[in-house]
């Protein structure tokens, strides 16, 4: 088993650029999630999608990030217009259901705005 | 509101010497505790994790009981070694969602 994959690993933009997350989950896994990892502000809940209908986005900045899943295989999270405060560690995390069930996490996306 | 408070790091220790982290919780539903590694340039990784209330969970030496009275998880190894370095994350979930701690970073010296 492949594990969760993240790509890319690093992304480097400009402030104002669009930047796009890829995630692919662990094959069977029914929950996707996706956390954001700061210095400051430690693993914060972004999104979660069940069978790849949006469940829950209480997390996402309202202006700018949008999270889809078309697929069982993969999941995106789009940064539009991106700032400074935007530089992070996105993670990835899949599960096989929901309830307390456990998270397996990917590697993250190191992402660095300029 | 859910939150989860650990030891504040970073924590130097010498191989062979003892290890315990602090941890405690607040939460008004029923939660199951986990404790996560990190190791540079990867994700969170499961430790081990318990559902039940005055359970003990343990993996690789490392071990933590359920003290639901105390809303406390207080991660322990007897014996670190140089191995063990990494960041350890004290987490729970009532439902879906993972509430971290904010990390420990735990550096043992050979």
């Known amino acids: 088993n492949a594990g969760v994959i993240q790509t890319p690993r690093h992304k480097v933009t400009g402030k104002g650029q669009e930047a796009t997350l890829w995630c692919e989950p662990i094959s069977g896994h029914s929950a996707v999630f996706w956390y954001r990892q700061t210095i400051v502000q430690g693993l914060e809940f972004l999104t979660y999608f069940r069978n790849q209908a949006p469940i829950d986005d209480s997390g996402m900045p309202k202006e700018r990030f949008s999270a889809q899943m078309p697929n069982q295989s993969h999941s995106t999270l789009k940064i539009q217009s991106t700032q400074p405060q935007d530089s992070a560690v996105y993670l990835c995390a899949s599960s096989l259901g929901v309830n307390q069930d456990t998270q397996y996490f990917g590697p993250g996306t190191r992402l660095l705005v300029l | 509101g859910d939150s989860v408070t650990q030891t504040e790091g970073p924590v130097t220790l010498s191989e062979g010497t003892s290890l315990t982290v602090n941890c405690s919780y607040e939460?008004?539903?029923?939660?199951?505790l986990f404790w996560y590694v990190q190791y540079p340039g990867e994700g969170p990784q499961l430790l081990f994790k318990v559902p039940k209330a005055n359970e003990k969970g343990s993996n690789r030496g490392f071990e933590a009981t359920y003290n639901k009275e105390a809303t406390s998880f207080h991660l322990q190894k007897a014996s670190v070694q140089e191995s063990d370095s990494a960041v350890y994350y004290c987490a729970f979930t009532n439902a879906y969602k993972v509430i971290f701690g904010k990390g420990t970073h735990l550096h043992v010296l050979p």
């Open positions: 939460t008004k539903q029923y939660p199951t």
